[in-house]
């Protein structure tokens, strides 16, 4: 019975090697890209880890936006256009009518939460349920009704009084009503949001009185390049240029690694709004540019689709919003148009059972790494070989302790991989 099941396992990594051996010895050429935010970061751009960019246009076209999902409470401010929001402090919703700004400055301002697409700025109060900040929640009707007013500051620097009157939920439709501050003006807007399923966010305007439609279909993008109010570590806010994700999206971060660090199976997958952020650059006052924090590496994982290593290369600032960044497919070959290599990568034995020798051709006159990975991309050996006087590599590598199974050996420049498989067999 042992036996049989060890030559079942054996046939069952043979099938599993002849599927994948399809792209053996390929390579696979990095992508570097980059985005234009335009002068003054004026353009936001969403971006697609498959596809490239899926939109780009101006920041600065609405005030507040409103989660479309009928179990969704948030609603955003477009912070990082300049909209700040205050809650009023003097009275609740029957202070309409008699809203007294005095002391205006002094008030907290209100952000959006910069981790999480839900917590929006109106709903930075709240406590627990049935309290969602701007309102409550009736556990009869699922409907919320705003208990509280704001006083918020526009993209032109004006400001309004504002009062989100009502959700009924399962209509999605809001119910707000906005004025001057002195009254004047006062519009009742009902927002019917039944229609709206493919974005997530619809905006809308307090300077035009109209809705504005600012985000792509949701699952034609990745992540957001934008500027928004992000929080220091003792708590002030402050603006930053940076990159938010999907919320359907995950992300991972390391650093310090080298810049060909591909084992994204280690650590936990990051689901928030900014885990990729603005931090991947600092500002260097001596030559008065801005330079890219060296030997961080992130993984993006979309909710569909394969994973990908996401490395800043450069960052122009604000003259034209430039970034620079290079992608590729973490596990395997074949993302960017694959071609043949000049590197010529042979493995033998195999299968291997605790050694495998592996021979490296063709040009090599660049750095060179040898990694061994898991189907999963999880970097289980790896070193920088010595070339002998013909520049040819003959490398031995040690697989004892790796358990039996179908891995990738990968030799590695700066811009291209070859790739074969090998079996771990015993």
Do not use: C
Not at 9 to 17: G, K, P
Not at 163 to 188: C, H, P
């Amino acid at each position: 019975m042992k036996n049989f099941y060890k030559s079942f396992s054996i046939i069952l990594i043979a099938i599993v090697f002849s599927v994948l051996s399809a792209t053996a010895g390929q390579s696979v050429t990095i992508k570097s890209d980059s985005i234009f935010m335009l002068a003054g970061y004026a353009n936001e751009v969403y971006y697609s880890m498959k596809n490239g960019v899926v939109q780009s246009g101006p920041r600065a076209t609405w005030d507040i936006a409103f989660r479309t999902m009928k179990l969704s409470s948030s609603i955003l401010t477009n912070d990082g256009a300049g909209v700040v929001l205050y809650t009023y402090p003097k009275a609740d919703t029957t202070g309409w009518a008699t809203m007294d700004t005095a002391g205006l400055s002094s008030w907290t301002p209100m952000y959006n939460d910069p981790t999480n697409w839900e917590n929006g700025a109106f709903s930075r109060n709240a406590t627990v349920h049935p309290d969602y900040g701007w309102g409550k929640y009736n556990d009869v009707t699922h409907n919320l009704t705003g208990d509280s007013l704001f006083v918020i500051k526009l993209r032109n620097g004006s400001y309004k009084k504002l009062w989100i009157v009502k959700k009924f939920s399962a209509d999605d439709i809001y119910n707000f009503r906005y004025a001057n501050l002195d009254g004047t003006d006062e519009q009742f807007v009902v927002e019917d949001f039944k229609s709206i399923t493919a974005t997530d966010f619809s905006g809308f305007s307090l300077q035009t009185n109209e809705r504005i439609s600012f985000e792509p279909i949701k699952s034609s993008w990745d992540i957001l390049f934008t500027k928004y109010m992000s929080v220091q570590s003792n708590g002030t806010p402050y603006l930053v240029t940076g990159v938010l994700s999907n919320d359907s999206v995950k992300t991972k971060k390391f650093y310090p690694v080298t810049l060909d660090y591909n084992d994204f199976g280690a650590g936990k997958w990051d689901s928030t709004r900014s885990h990729i952020g603005w931090d991947w650059k600092v500002f260097d006052m001596i030559s008065f540019t801005y330079k890219v924090v060296d030997s961080t590496v992130y993984f993006v994982k979309p909710v569909q689709g394969d994973i990908y290593k996401l490395v800043f290369t450069a960052f122009a600032g604000s003259s034209t919003g430039q970034v620079k960044f290079d992608l590729e497919k973490s596990a395997g070959a074949g993302i960017f148009d694959p071609k043949t290599s000049d590197i010529q990568l042979s493995v033998y034995p195999n299968p291997a059972s605790d050694r495998i020798n592996i021979n490296v051709t063709g040009k090599t006159g660049e750095d060179l790494m040898l990694s061994l990975t898991d189907l999963t991309g999880r970097q289980l050996r790896a070193d920088r070989p010595v070339r002998k006087a013909d520049g040819t590599i003959a490398y031995s590598m040690d697989v004892t302790g790796v358990q039996p199974g179908v891995y990738f050996v990968t030799v590695s420049t700066a811009a291209t991989k070859t790739v074969t498989k090998v079996i771990i067999s015993r």
